[in-house]
């Protein structure tokens, strides 16, 4: 209240009697159980095998509230029922159960445990959830009540089975019929009951009931030809592949309870529910061959074309179809006579060249076309159409060379790599003021479109030492490095790709751009140069965002962000906007290694990542200073002042509106890591014991995941991905819902 100049609360004229607060991450994290149960079953006799499993897992969350459990079923068997012919078929099974607390956004749990003030207790007196009292503009909620509160139940149903029979009809020629079909029915129930806790209100109850259903059928037959011409063996394969996919669901809401106790559409106001439903298809239909070629192990040729057509694309048209190509030839040169030599020192020498296409297809259906949704009590146009519509084809170029050395101890595969994704998917970013929206609110949405291309160059090393000895200890060891470097080569008409998040408000703000030249999502925003620590500063400095400079409400005054014009036009604004950081890294690594030592066994694995960028916006809303009633990172209590002018962070202000919070490189971070992602150390039981109670193996193990990262990065988690599943939002944090660590123990028995 004193940074604010705003008269300090009665109950805090005597702040040291008030304790620590409390603590909403101590409340809201939890140390979670997990159990895991499988059972199998295997064998096999007169050409006829099986395998039976089941299983259990039971896993609390490390969030109160939240859980997960599932059962599983498998059954596969295979048989040659004749000399000539052998089916099989695959039968899996599942069932899950979720309770659901997580939002991982600006306004969800994880935000709310960080921001929400400690000046409140879980519960109050009388035992009913606490919240600050009427009056208070508060931006975040009592997480405990948040998670607890809400009933989120997710249950899934899902079933997948296979049979397949393939029949040899003379030497060298067999055809082989499979078919596959998958099917899941969920159910979703989220209640939120209704609660006055002052500041924090939900006058009405809401129920939503969500119910779907999809099922996908999948039928491939293939001819494959195996013959050879002396030390010529060629193999041929013709096949045809069609894919059928249909989905529905209905969705429900509802107020208007009576209680919070118990809840049904049915026990709802009549005039309060809404009920809505839709349903669709997919199709795919593919045609594909390949010939493959092979002389005395020494050079082989593989070449193949596959014909994909799909229901996505307009079918007046021939835009439904796509071409695939793919070619490779390999050159074992160690098998050559000249190598013979040097097969003591190098040996397993292969020379790999491939180069492939592969299609993409995944956007929503009837795209192509113009669509009606309805409105109140009539119907609209929902979306732009664009009959243009092709396959994006990803065509990738790839160089490799395999070896071994140390008498097989050692061995090497690179790999060099440029992949081209040519026309790729996008829906077209679009302004509001064009579209009014999404459909969802009445708007139009925007349309896909082919929006240009994208290239991948890269290399991969992969190094493998296997230490084998005569004693009682080994060790194997494995090193996978990858590095590559993204670039944009084209956009279709130079559209703006920028995209924005929800940050502190309901409209999202811009936080990457994409353009040609650069690396898809590079983070956008300002140029600092640290603070105004000087009024000789102000001297000659561009006015920031039409302001004056001076101590006033609404001037730049000492303290705040000092932005670099960029464009050099003597003011900032919008136009200085530019590139402030990179989320692709410059490498990734992976490293395991495997120790044993008699009867026992130890595994290490480590995974990193070097040179990319994180945007931390849940910093940026922890160090904000720019309103009362909420809680702050540590790191916020270094503000600028009188007294405290060495520092990054700026003073505070009591607006929203506060220019210093604009996305700028203040917000980047390094997110470089390296993690000890796996720790396991196990025993088997000596066999000579296992005899005597009729056991093939006993083993008993411990370990440890994500057992410790090193960081600068100062969120919870480096490892983060794309928002969204937006590859144009990578690498950030906007209340990432942190990786746990977990310990487990557990025994595998065979009988």
């Not at 099974?93 to 969800?108: C, D, F, H, L």
């Not at 999404?438 to 090393?461: C, H, R, T």
């Not at 990065?713 to 490892?719: A, M, N, T």
Request: net charge negative; proline share 5%.
């Amino acid at each position: 209240a004193g940074v604010f100049q705003v008269p300090t609360r009665a109950e805090f004229a005597f702040p040291e009697l008030l304790g620590n607060g409390t603590n909403w991450q101590d409340e809201v994290y939890q140390t979670a159980q997990v159990t895991s149960h499988n059972l199998s079953f295997s064998g096999g006799k007169d050409g006829t095998s099986y395998y039976m499993s089941g299983g259990y897992i039971n896993q609390e969350g490390i969030i109160i509230g939240s859980g997960y459990k599932r059962y599983t079923a498998r059954v596969n068997v295979d048989s040659r029922v004749k000399d000539w012919l052998k089916v099989g078929a695959n039968v899996n099974a599942g069932i899950s159960n979720e309770r659901i607390t997580v939002n991982q956004s600006y306004v969800g749990l994880i935000s709310n445990t960080l921001l929400q003030a400690p000046d409140i207790p879980v519960r109050t007196l009388s035992g009913d959830f606490a919240a600050p009292p009427a009056g208070q503009n508060v931006a975040y909620f009592n997480p405990v009540a948040e998670a607890l509160i809400k009933d989120n139940k997710l249950i899934r149903k899902n079933f997948l089975g296979s049979a397949f029979a393939e029949a040899t009809l003379f030497k060298g020629l067999r055809y082989r019929l499979e078919g596959n079909a998958n099917t899941e029915f969920s159910e979703n129930t989220e209640f939120t009951p209704s609660y006055d806790r002052g500041s924090q209100v939900n006058l009405t109850a809401d129920l939503v009931e969500r119910r779907q259903n999809w099922y996908s059928t999948n039928i491939t037959n293939t001819l494959t030809y195996d013959f050879s011409i002396r030390d010529h063996k060629f193999t041929v394969l013709a096949g045809h592949e069609a894919n059928d996919s249909h989905w529905e669901g209905i969705l429900a809401n509802a107020e208007g309870f009576q209680t919070n106790d118990i809840y049904g559409l049915n026990l709802s106001d009549p005039d309060l529910r809404q009920v809505t439903s839709y349903k669709g298809s997919q199709s795919l239909f593919s045609y594909f061959g390949r010939i493959m070629y092979d002389f005395k192990d020494r050079y082989s040729i593989s070449v193949s074309i596959r014909q994909d057509q799909s229901s996505k694309f307009d079918p007046t048209t021939d835009n439904q179809k796509g071409y695939f190509p793919a070619f490779s030839f390999g050159w074992k040169v160690s098998n050559e006579k000249f190598m013979e030599s040097i097969k003591p020192y190098v040996d397993n020498v292969k020379f790999r060249l491939g180069y492939g296409e592969t299609g993409n297809q995944q956007i929503p259906n009837n795209a192509y076309s113009a669509q009606l949704a309805p409105q109140s009590d009539s119907f609209l146009p929902s979306n732009f159409p664009n009959p243009n519509l092709v396959w994006e084809s990803m065509k990738q170029t790839n160089v490799g060379l395999d070896f071994t050395t140390l008498k097989s101890k050692l061995s090497v595969g690179m790999d060099y790599y440029r992949k081209v994704s040519d026309g790729f998917l996008f829906r077209v970013p679009l302004p509001d003021y064009l579209t009014g929206g999404s459909s969802f609110y009445g708007g139009i949405d925007a349309p896909f479109s082919n929006l240009g291309e994208v290239q991948n160059v890269g290399f991969d090393l992969t190094v493998n030492f296997d230490l084998k000895s005569n004693s009682n200890f080994n060790w194997t060891s494995n090193v996978v490095l990858s590095t590559y470097r993204n670039r944009v080569n084209a956009i279709t008409d130079g559209l703006p790709l920028t995209q924005g998040v929800n940050t502190n408000g309901f409209l999202p703000v811009d936080v990457t751009n994409t353009v040609v030249g650069n690396p898809i999502g590079m983070f956008w925003g300002y140029k600092t140069d640290g603070l105004f620590t000087s009024e000789d500063q102000f001297v000659g400095a561009p006015p920031q965002f039409g302001q004056t400079f001076g101590s006033a409400p609404g001037q730049t005054y000492l303290g705040d962000v000092r932005y670099v014009d960029v464009n050099g036009d003597g003011e900032i604004n919008d136009r200085d906007k530019t590139f402030i950081g990179n989320p692709h890294p410059d490498f990734t690594f992976g490293f395991t290694n495997n120790f044993t030592y008699k009867n026992f066994d130890l595994s290490v694995f480590c995974q990193g990542s070097v040179g990319n960028d994180i945007m931390n916006l849940t910093y940026r809303n922890g160090t904000a200073n720019n309103q009362l009633y909420q809680n702050v990172l540590t790191d916020a209590l270094n503000f600028y002042s009188a007294d405290n002018t060495n520092t990054n962070i700026p003073r505070p202000i009591n607006s929203l509106a506060n220019p210093n919070q604009e996305i700028s490189d203040r917000f980047i971070e390094d997110g470089s890591y390296l993690r000890i992602q796996n720790v396991t150390l196990g025993y088997n039981l000596p066999t000579s014991i296992l005899s005597k109670v009729k056991l093939t193996r006993l083993r008993v193990f411990a370990s440890a995941q994500n057992l410790y990262t090193f960081t600068k990065y100062s969120g919870y988690d480096p490892e983060i991905g794309s928002f969204n599943q937006n590859v144009l939002l990578s690498n950030i944090d906007n209340g990432r819902y942190p990786s746990p660590r977990t310990y487990s123990i557990g025994v595998n028995l065979e009988f």
